[in-house]
């Protein structure tokens, strides 16, 4: 028996089982030039989420998906279900159009655009008006109940409910004309409405409310595919090492790296600060508990530990660690891209701020691609920016030629399934069909039905002409009759046209006579 | 106090082979479940009718596509759930060199 040594540690019971739950993050309030953008992005998304089932089109809802009627408006356009391949071609644009903005300018839709962010920022919005900033938050959790947390507390989860309810009732909206929803609330309400308006506010409270970022972490695969699309060119996050380590803090007065002798840091020297500062961080870092420390944990490096630095040796980062607080999935930024990192770029408006006060220039962390962080050239037009842009283009383009050119009417026949064919008197022979005409339009129209067919096969009864209401399905049976010794198959064409000859459908068939 | 920063216990990753049996393999078991439920109830060519009335599909083909339909489901839900019990670390990785 060899005498291998088994490295047995305890795991200490300070909440740190490595099956801890995970801890709460308090993110700090910032302002800056990406925030206002994230403010214009929730009023403008959230507003339209809010505001178009109210809206009016032609005297009917603007957005409304009538699922019992089995039809989408959405302001002049109408879908049917067989406008399904429309649906699905707008769900692949919708892929692109992320593939094709993520390799240009990184995660923009987890930044700005996803509901899960979007929402959550109003949560959180309301949060800090009950509750307080970062560090109230934090210290309400820890103390006891009182009076004070009471009333804090509820207030919060009473404006968390009336908004999630609200988004709830919203949401059943686009499904059920909200004017008629909003008249029979709550008690007139059907059941399944009732289901989803609660349904629906409780995802909401849920997922804004309590489950946040580790919505992002655990639960979002484009967290995890987003990298296939990222390469050195792509705009990120970022924080500039050179520029930044060995972080320390320092009296002020001393000037940014950038007008002292000492200069940007030769970058195997500056990521290998970062490394270590990452495995032994200072007490100021080790306060914040920043997660996503396995982004430098390379298997089989060990990291020791930094040694004291000089004043004059300091980079501009002051490790306030306030990029850290104010992150809202809490990972420290200056370990590098890291899947956590949503790119909501509070870090860059915090970190501006704390250098201005410094008096250093801004940007110690940016919005910036990997390249120019490691002083190359970058590149925006590469082969995969072409690659998607060409097929999100054409798709864009198809798609609107497709929705344009859709024919207003649809024409279906349905053969008889009981008998192939039918022997009548006069030694005639009848097949029986169903004919069903769509009129997609939303005005009345009227058809003419006739028949191209060899021989003498006939539509009995001769060409028709039918009136379709706006929108109606109609559903006619036809025969056609023949000569019995018209044999085996033959193929006919009902014709279907619109009197304004607006629009025409020719829909093949079968007509069978007697084998043999 | 803890230190978090210390990188905790990932598994390595796991063989090709099993990765794919762990993927393949409950949802061939799932897809074959409700294949049976599904058809016990629901006559494929009843199926067919309601939807593409002009094709032609024996019973055993449409038992067919029903099953492989399942299994696409299934095993897009096992490589989904997969894909998210991947460890961190599979995913942060530094961006690849240009060429």
Redesign the interface.
Known sequence: MSSKHIPVELV?A???S?YASERKIYPRDVSGRFQTWRKIAVVVLLGMFYVFPWLRWDGRQAVLFDLPARKFYIFWLNFWPQDFVFLAMLLMIAGLALFFFTTIAGRLWCGYACPQTVWTEVFLWMEQWTEGDRGRRMKLDAAPWSRDKLLRKGSKHALWLLFALWTGFTFVGFFTPITQLAARAPFEWGGWETFWVLFYALATWGNAGFLREQVC???C?Y???Q?AM???N?LIIAYDPMRGEPRGPRKRGMDSVLERARGLLEQSTAYDYVFRA??H?TAA??AV???????I?DVGLKAEPLPKFETEQLGDCIDCTICVQVCPTGIDIRN?????CIACGACIDACDEVMDKMGYPLGLIRYST??AIDG?PTRVLRPRVFVYGLLLLSLCVGWMWGVGHRSPLIAEV?RD?NALYRVVADDQVENSYTLKIVNKEVKAQQYRISLLAPHDIELSGGSRIVDAAAEEVLTLPLTLSADDDVEGKNKVTFVVESIDGQARQEVPSSFFGPVE | MTDFTEPRFDHPPRSMSQRLGAILWPSFFSAGVATMVFFAFVDPLALRDMTFPEVSVTRELGYTIGFFMFWLATAGSSLFTWILLRPAARFNKPLPPEK
């Open positions: 200490d300070g909440g740190n490595f972490k655990y639960m695969p967290a995890r595919f990298s990222f390469d050195r792509t990452a495995h961080p870092d080790a508990q920043a997660r996503g420390g396995t982004a944990a590098g891209l890291q899947y956590e990997q390249n190359k349905l399934r």
